[in-house]
């Protein structure tokens, strides 16, 4: 069975190097599964769960933001933050949550800042969604 090459990059180093029979991503236009012998893309990635399916199983990668990039046989995403699932700390990743959503009151009350805190609350969700699969 042909497989993919699989690269998820921040920029404080690598996250997972590896192969799959599929990777799935969200991207701004949609969900998109990633086989071999893909046509070439490039596509930026909302904040979700990159899953990665091997032969052993599937790794799950929580993503936040950044570009995907496929070409044949390579997958190459550039995020600029990710956890894989075995990673994530599901006591700290709940207690950024409960702040992102007090934080989402607050700037709802005061007017300001209310995106940074929606997006705070989006990473959130997605490291405890990656951990909880």
Do not use: C, Y
């Amino acid at each position: 069975m042909s497989e993919l090459n699989v690269s998820i990059v921040t920029p404080d180093g690598p996250v997972f190097e590896g192969t799959a029979t599929m990777v799935i991503a969200r991207t701004k236009a949609g969900e998109l599964g990633i086989l071999p012998n893909h046509v070439p893309l490039v596509a930026p990635l909302k904040i979700d769960i990159v899953r990665i399916k091997q032969e052993s199983g599937e790794e799950w990668v929580a993503v936040n933001g950044g570009f995907m990039e496929v070409n044949g046989e390579e997958v190459n995403i550039l995020a600029d933050t990710a956890e894989r699932e075995q990673d994530i700390d599901l006591d700290r990743a709940e207690r950024a949550k409960a702040r992102a959503e007090e934080n989402l009151q607050a700037a709802k009350d005061q007017k300001v800042d209310e995106l940074m805190a929606q997006i705070a609350l989006q990473k959130a969700i997605n490291r405890i969604h990656t951990k909880e699969h």
